[in-house]
């Protein structure tokens, strides 16, 4: 398994932006699906964009379509999730995940029991 390490959160205000990042400390992510999610308080843990192996293909919670934008770059074993216009359901712990998985194709899944590797969560605040 991955151990995976987020980073870039903070408290930000309404409109704002962040950019967390996702480093693997141990392993390489070229195998993987890489998927951010995120929990609020007192709500269940909810996808918000994965993006697959080969960086070619992602898929995005509809709340964040448009103003999230995932990319990786595997030469640096890091997943990034940019985050612009943000509002303050924004707000959550925001955990990277990582699925074991060789689907290169639309739509890679953002069920959190596909993914087996989790970080530890990184919290962004959005304050109006």
């Known amino acids: 398994q991955l151990q995976l390490v987020e980073s870039g959160g903070g408290l930000v205000q309404l409109g704002g932006s962040l950019r967390l990042s996702c480093a693997a400390s141990?392993?390489?992510?070229?195998?993987?699906?890489i998927g951010w999610f995120r929990q609020a308080p007192g709500k269940e843990r909810e996808g918000v964009s994965c993006v697959t192996s080969s960086g070619d293909n992602t898929n995005y919670a509809d709340s964040v379509k448009g103003r999230f934008t995932i990319s990786r770059d595997n030469a640096k074993n890091m997943v990034y999730l940019q985050m612009n216009s943000l509002k303050p359901e924004d707000t959550a712990v925001y955990y990277c995940?990582?699925?074991?998985?060789?689907?290169?194709?639309?739509?890679?899944?953002?069920?959190?029991?596909?993914?087996?590797?989790w970080g530890q969560g990184t919290q962004v605040t959005v304050s109006s």
């Open positions: 141990r392993g390489t992510m070229d195998y993987y699906i």
């Open positions: 995940a990582a699925s074991y998985s060789d689907y290169d194709g639309p739509f890679p899944p953002l069920i959190s029991n596909e993914y087996d590797s």
